[in-house]
């Protein structure tokens, strides 16, 4: 098929993908509309055209999902782990015959190209087919006290309904990412979409159904208000765990609101990722890390590498070999065959880029490449490379969130550190150097939960994602995924011996 014909059958595909997509509210195993008939409206920020109106869930609405949530929880936990390991099993299926419909989802509401949509689908899909898995083994233990007067009996049991809460930046994979792991544990949720980006989660909520998952065990609340829902629902003495991944700011209001009922939390929150170039790096294999870590999602990922902490003796190399590679990028709406960068999701966010390179050329900063917006309809910023950037300009000491790319220079080992770990977030990573011992040298000393080695991109659904400082607590994927929803239980069983006989005298034959 040709490049004409491809982005021809993209498009030919909106509309019935559109209708097949529910607007409503889930609630009960029900799709229903909001208690008082309230609407919001998802924008294709390529275009600025309305895509769907959703309905809005009202506080009324969230205490119903709540409901339903909390009346399916004990039947829910007492399923077997083989059933809903099945179910998830399923889902993964459903989502790979689907892989196309909510990747053209995804473009059309995110903005992100076709190309980079489908890669999202098959990483969100690995978290159902890993905890599909991980479902029959939750392992406890039985084993004797020290003492020898009690058996411990050990067990994790789920921790209960959980509030779900995720960005638009990753609508499938984020959804996955924490849906799964409760399904696999054993409980009941209210997942709460962003408001820019819903229509991928509904879909994806649609498919669950499908699957066979019961009716209250998976809820889903759209709404224009995020507080609407979360403020009821935090407030419910029977929700036991909220799992958010946002900005910082938002993180700290909800880990706030979690205290009054000692809520279990999981906080995926903002990063400032540096990726470190030392002098001894491969600049081809820098480079194309640093294109993969800067420009995946258009650079609207909190794991993006918002630094590039280049060594000065290699940095005029690898700012020439860097502009070479982001000059060829090809901006445009993510239908369109070819295309590489597509808009930021909204006016707001590419307001916000703009600053971010006005402040850095105001303060000394040089640009390379790009810098300005592209012409045309949508939210479009070109990719744009900063050189001589000085530390104290805001594209180095605050998330930006885009396509931009800050050069900053250091000369040792130690400076490199110091600049890494001069922020509050302590998220995703990147070091490029050829002295594996060195390597493992800066992990041992830079403040991130996430660190790259010779590579641009390390999420895996098998691999424990978090961050520390304020990037947040807990870990999403990988073994430890599945343990951040569920909660340990032990009982102490008397010695099936009976009494200890005395000291020194060995146990009955």
């Known amino acids: 098929m040709s490049t004409t014909d491809t982005t021809t059958a993209l498009r030919d595909r909106v509309e019935t993908v559109l209708a097949a997509t529910p607007t409503g509210l889930l609630i009960n195993g029900e799709w229903r509309e909001a208690s008082d008939g309230s609407t919001f409206e998802v924008e294709n920020p390529a275009t600025g055209e309305v895509l769907a109106t959703m309905a809005s869930a009202t506080r009324e609405d969230a205490a119903a999902a709540m409901d339903a949530a909390a009346n399916a929880q004990e039947s829910w936990a007492r399923t077997p782990a083989r059933e809903r390991a099945e179910i998830l099993r399923r889902a993964f299926d459903l989502v790979q015959e689907r892989a196309e419909d909510l990747a053209l989802l995804m473009t059309l509401e995110m903005g992100k190209p076709f190309a980079e949509a489908l890669g999202e689908v098959k990483y969100g899909g690995e978290f159902l087919r890993w905890f599909s898995e991980e479902a029959v083994r939750d392992y406890g233990r039985y084993m004797d006290t020290p003492e020898g007067n009690l058996r411990m009996l050990v067990t994790h049991k789920p921790v209960g309904p959980c509030l779900l809460i995720t960005p638009w930046n990753f609508p499938l994979a984020m959804a996955t990412r924490k849906v799964a792991p409760a399904v696999a544990a054993g409980c009941t949720m209210v997942l709460k979409p962003a408001r820019l980006t819903p229509l991928t989660s509904q879909y994806f909520a649609q498919l669950m159904i499908e699957a066979g998952i019961p009716a209250g065990v998976l809820n889903v609340v759209s709404s224009k208000s995020a507080s609407a829902v979360s403020e009821p629902i935090m407030a419910d003495p029977r929700l036991r765990k909220v799992s958010f991944t946002g900005s910082t700011p938002v993180g700290k209001q909800l880990m706030k609101a979690a205290t009054d009922n000692v809520l279990r939390t999981s906080m995926e929150l903002g990063g400032n990722g540096p990726l470190i170039v030392f002098e001894d790096a491969d600049l081809d294999k820098a480079v194309a890390g640093a294109m993969a870590a800067k420009m995946r999602n258009m650079g609207e990922a909190c794991t993006a590498a918002n630094r590039l902490l280049v060594h000065e003796s290699v940095a005029e190399e690898f700012v020439a070999k860097l502009a070479e590679k982001m000059s060829a990028l090809t901006v445009g709406n993510g239908l369109d065959e070819g295309v590489d960068v597509g808009p930021l999701v909204e006016a707001k966010a590419r307001d916000s880029v703009e600053a971010f390179v006005a402040d850095a050329v105001e303060r000394g900063a040089r640009v390379v490449v790009g810098g300005a917006r592209a012409e045309g309809p949508g939210y479009f910023y070109q990719p744009t490379l900063l050189a001589d950037v000085p530390r104290d300009a805001r594209a ?42 060195r390597g493992l040298r800066i992990g041992d000393r830079i403040e991130f939960g996430l660190m790259g080695l010779n590579v641009g991109v390390i999420s895996n659904a098998a691999a424990p994602f978090g961050g520390v400082k304020q990037s947040g607590l807990g870990r999403e994927g990988g073994a430890e995924g599945i343990a951040e929803y569920t909660t340990t239980q032990y009982i102490g069983v008397e010695n099936p011996w009976g009494a200890l006989p005395p000291s020194g005298a060995g146990r009955p034959a």
């Open 396 to 437: 180095v000491t605050e998330e930006i969130f885009g396509p931009v790319a800050p050069v900053v220079t250091f000369a040792d080992e130690d400076e490199a550190v110091e600049l890494a770990n001069s922020t509050e977030y302590g998220l995703a990573s990147y070091v490029f150097t050829e002295d594996i011992s």
